[in-house]
């Protein structure tokens, strides 16, 4: 069974999410029931959630409405990736809050769309130097040529564990590979650091992409990390820009066909277990 650990939630009526307009493939209610059909069809047995950049204001929000959903009967949401604003003075005392909510796994700062200096300032890296020890992890969603902001954030925490989205957001569809390829396996060098396997497919030119087309860069990626250090998710609803959830987890488990029943496990759920102690 699969652990997803990159599911987004959308719902227009209970939150407001300011990067929709720009986005009209996406700008629509995403509901948990909608991928919940297919996720159990598709044999993903547990989710977590990952925060949607809702407006500031509905940060905590966020959180609340998820959590709510997750106490459904037979729901496959364990816990949830919040947002967060490590480069406000508000950190600290948001921090605080959080921590004693289970059901808070870690933390995301978009860092893709902002300017690359944000995660540069002394307020940020300090703030996300308060999450070592806490047990929360932080992810990396960077371009390819961020990725050396998101090694100096490592660098500058060695006690926090960074999750590093979409195998690094590779240009598939460019079929750019380098220098992302020597990028990854400069940062998988951090032993801080994990690989999330995670949508790629909505990175490849969703009209005629096929396994051979994702399997560099997937392969790339679990080379240079290692089986311990992947995980998998499915980035829904952004992998519906590239075909879809259930077509993303067939491509899975063709790229993976080659591996051990040991190794397809710690991909699929058993590292994400280990890393948010999830029952």
Request: net charge negative; hydrophobic share 45%.
């Amino acid at each position: 069974m699969i652990v997803d650990t990159h599911l987004h939630l959308i719902d227009l009526s209970a939150l407001r999410y300011p990067w929709l307009a720009g986005v009209a493939a996406l700008n629509r209610d995403f509901r948990y029931e909608e991928y919940a059909r297919e996720a159990k069809r598709a044999g993903i047995s547990a989710t977590l959630h990952m925060e949607v950049d809702v407006d500031p204001a509905e940060i905590e929000a966020e959180t609340d409405y998820v959590q709510e959903l997750s106490a459904q009967p037979a729901n496959l949401i364990v816990g949830a990736i919040a947002a967060c604003r490590p480069e406000e003075a508000g950190f600290a005392a948001y921090l605080e809050s959080q921590e004693g909510n289970p059901f808070v796994k870690g933390f995301r700062r978009v860092l893709h769309v902002m300017p690359d200096e944000l995660s540069e300032s002394a307020l940020f890296r300090d703030n996300i130097r308060r999450l070592a020890g806490t047990g929360l992890t932080f992810d990396l969603c960077v371009l390819p040529h961020q990725l050396s902001k998101a090694m100096a954030l490592a660098d500058l925490a060695p006690e926090v564990q960074f999750v590093l989205d979409h195998c690094g957001v590779p240009d598939i569809k460019g079929e750019t590979i380098h220098p992302w390829r020597e990028h990854m396996a400069e940062i998988a060098r951090r032993d801080n650091v994990v690989a999330k396997i995670s949508g790629v497919v909505a990175y490849a030119d969703p009209e005629n992409w096929t396994v051979e087309t994702l399997r560099p860069y997937v392969e790339h990626t679990i080379e240079s990390f290692g089986w311990d250090r992947v995980v998998w998710g499915s980035d829904w609803p952004v992998c519906t820009l590239g075909g879809g959830l259930s077509q993303w987890v067939a491509a899975t488990h063709a790229l993976l066909a080659g591996a051990s029943a040991d190794e397809r496990t710690k991909l699929l759920s058993g590292n994400a277990r280990r890393i948010w102690k999830l029952a």
